[in-house]
């Protein structure tokens, strides 16, 4: 079944405390990206990669990494996760840029 | 199991026709439901809607949500070029679960 899938999907830590949540996708698309949805904010893109090895920042990049080793994976990495960065986060993957955007199912994160 | 449903999932139109774009969904504890606009590298935010009926209005586009129905509708009227684009509707439920449909792909003619 072709689908994104993203772990944890639930998170919760503590401030300082480096995680990666996971990002996989089995359609061999070459984009991929992760964002940020906040109550009243809608979808806020972190980071993309148009390929392999190429990331690019998005719109709120800050305290985030991210890396692109394989074409279908796409982790997201706090290095020191803050209470700002509790939120809800989705990774999306499609063909190229301009195509229809799979979405993961969500990972809920809550930093204390 | 929740989902979102988009139809279609793509269309062709010319320059100044109206058309309409159809969201129904089966999610647990409803909150509300987004629209998107997908025609770069990311999404942005079209509508929020969360009580039935109500029509929400920006310039050329609207979009209303019937709860009995489980479905949304997203309108543009006097379609141009630059609302090609692929258009996202979302769910999100109480328990902050979110869900998105496949889009469906405008593609305005001149």
């Known amino acids: 079944e072709a689908q994104v899938t993203q772990n944890p999907r639930y998170l919760i830590t503590v401030t300082g405390k480096k995680l990666t949540v996971t990002c996989s996708q089995n359609m061999n698309h070459e984009y991929m990206s992760w964002y940020r949805q906040d109550p009243g904010l809608g979808l806020r893109q972190i980071y993309y990669?148009?390929?392999?090895?190429?990331?690019d920042k998005g719109d709120v990049p800050e305290g985030y990494k991210v890396s692109r080793k394989e074409k279908r994976n796409f982790p997201l990495i706090l290095e020191s996760p803050s209470p700002n960065q509790t939120s809800l986060y989705f990774c999306?993957?499609?063909?190229?840029?301009?195509?229809?955007?799979?979405f993961g199912p969500g990972t809920r994160l809550t930093v204390l | 199991e929740d989902k979102v449903v988009q139809s279609p999932l793509s269309l062709v139109v010319h320059e100044g026709d109206t058309v309409t774009l159809n969201c129904s969904y089966e999610v647990t504890n409803f909150r509300s439901l987004l629209w998107y606009k997908q025609e770069k590298k990311a999404p942005t935010f079209l509508f929020m809607l969360?009580?039935?009926?109500i029509e929400k209005k920006s310039g050329r586009l609207s979009s209303i949500l019937d709860k009995k129905e489980l479905s949304s509708i997203l309108n543009i009227t006097a379609t141009q070029t630059g609302d090609s684009a692929i258009y996202l509707c979302a769910v999100e439920a109480f328990d902050n679960d979110m869900r998105f449909g496949a889009g469906t792909r405008l593609t305005v003619k001149p």
């Open positions: 999306a993957s499609s063909f190229r840029w301009e195509n229809e955007q799979f």
């Open positions: 969360t009580s039935s009926g």
């Open positions: 990669s148009m390929n392999v090895e190429v990331t």
